[in-house]
């Protein structure tokens, strides 16, 4: 049996911070468009059931517009013999109820505050659903203290909008403890929108929100799919189809000559993003990025002058095969100006030193001092190396010279900025 559920759709809020050139499709990038693709990958993957987590729609003046777009899709999901079930969140606390109650075949589940099960069969395997809604916006209570379960046939799945871990909360508090311990196989989690890594060994969790609404939900976005079979759960996959993604790069500028140099560096990040983007089956249509710019250089104010004139530019990146639009939502400036090693090499105190060591990393490699620096590097790294918790990465205890060097060198670097800044602050 198969199940598609997904946490905090929002339908009816638009995602912000769009470019001009999107903010007239945004309809095809938001809930309402994720929405729509859960619908007909539903159909298309033999789902049997899906389940909506809370916060299905982002405010009571969204109910047409909910309605519209919900009742289509259900239709068609009934259509094709799949049943929908949802519980409320403190967003749609009220619209929930008005349109479970307008549309046929879409089951509230737990309403008015009161924890319902019900037992769903397809051939030999069952499934029983426990859900609560919000009765009000704000819920002090701990809805599972009125949990008393009475476990049904095949997997028991707990569907809930509550805070996790948040004891003064006033959306629904409840402990990671309670929910392990509540007697049910698999809880699905909505409210907070970053996704947790749910798995058959560990079914319990956030689903996140089904697409990133603003750049402060950047990664990996979708419903998830979860497989039953003989009364378990047998697989849990996150399944990305967010026609919007977000992201956050880094890019580190300090090896550039010219500032234009910045730009092919800035395109090789996006085309691996595109990479990975673009394998998975759904690529998203927009992808909107928060770029920082970090290492030492001199040319700071350049690198920042050209990217100023060249706004309009970065509305609209296309990569690789081109089928995300790639825009940069914002681009921030942490470039150092570069260090004059040789001047910092002569200083008596811990920079100094830290310093002296660089140099020598980057030196001639026959050198004495060098090769003992590495030898004892190595040394260290081969212990940690030999940890029995890395095993399952795979024999990597070899540790090359060319590589220990790269980690030391980037680690004094990172040490030698970080003291370097605390002499600025005093
Ligand atoms: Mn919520």
Redesign the pocket.
């Known amino acids: 049996m198969k199940i598609m559920a997904t946490g905090?759709l929002h339908i009816g809020r638009v995602p912000s911070r769009l470019p001009e050139s999107l903010s007239q499709r945004a309809d095809e990038l938001g809930p309402s468009a994720v929405w729509n693709l859960m619908v007909e990958q539903a159909i298309e993957k033999g789902v049997k059931v899906v389940l909506l987590a809370?916060?299905v729609v982002e405010e009571e003046s969204d109910f047409f517009e909910a309605y519209r777009i919900l009742d289509e899709g259900i239709r068609r999901l009934v259509r094709g013999g799949i049943k929908v079930f949802a519980v409320a969140?403190?967003?749609d606390v009220r619209v929930l109820p008005r349109l479970a109650d307008q549309i046929d075949d879409f089951h509230l589940l737990g309403r008015e505050g009161e924890w319902e099960s019900c037992t769903l069969q397809e051939d030999t395997e069952s499934l029983t659903l426990h859900g609560w809604s919000f009765n009000t916006e704000k819920v002090i209570d701990n809805p599972l203290r009125e949990f008393h379960p009475r476990r049904g046939a095949g997997v028991n799945l707990g569907l809930l909008?509550c805070d996790r871990d948040q004891s003064g909360s006033v959306?629904a508090p409840v402990s990671s403890a309670e929910l392990k311990s509540a007697g049910l196989d698999c809880w699905l989690l909505?409210?907070i929108h970053v996704p947790e890594r749910l798995t058959p060994e560990l079914p319990i969790g956030y689903l996140g929100s089904a697409v990133g609404l603003d750049p402060g939900e950047p990664g990996d976005r979708g419903p998830w799919l979860l497989e039953l079979a003989k009364g378990r759960i047998t697989a849990i996959e996150h399944f990305l189809i967010a026609p919007l993604h977000w992201d956050r790069l880094t890019v580190d500028v300090s090896s550039i000559q010219e500032p234009e140099d910045v730009r092919g560096l800035l395109l090789k990040r996006i085309d691996e993003l595109s990479r990975d983007l673009t394998a998975r089956a759904l690529p998203p249509a927009a992808a909107g990025l928060r770029v920082e710019f970090t290492g030492r250089s001199d040319l700071r104010g350049r690198i920042q002058e050209l990217f100023e004139s060249q706004h309009e530019a970065l509305e609209n990146l296309y990569s690789g095969e081109g089928r995300t639009q790639f825009f940069i939502e914002r681009l921030s400036y942490s470039i150092q100006p570069a260090l004059d090693m040789a001047d910092l090499a002569r200083r008596s105190d811990p920079p100094g030193l830290l310093a002296r060591q660089l140099l020598k990393l980057e030196g001639e490699p026959e050198d004495p001092e060098r090769r003992e620096l590495l030898a004892k590097a190595r040394a260290r790294l081969a212990e940690q190396a030999a940890k029995p918790w890395w095993r399952t990465l795979g024999d990597d205890s070899q540790i090359s010279e060319e590589k220990a060097a790269e980690w030391l060198r980037q680690a004094g670097l990172a040490a030698l900025d970080k003291l370097l800044s605390q002499e600025e602050k005093k």
Do not use: A, S
Request: glycine content about 30%; cysteine-free.
């Open positions: 905090d809370g916060d969140g403190n967003h909008h959306y909505g409210h």
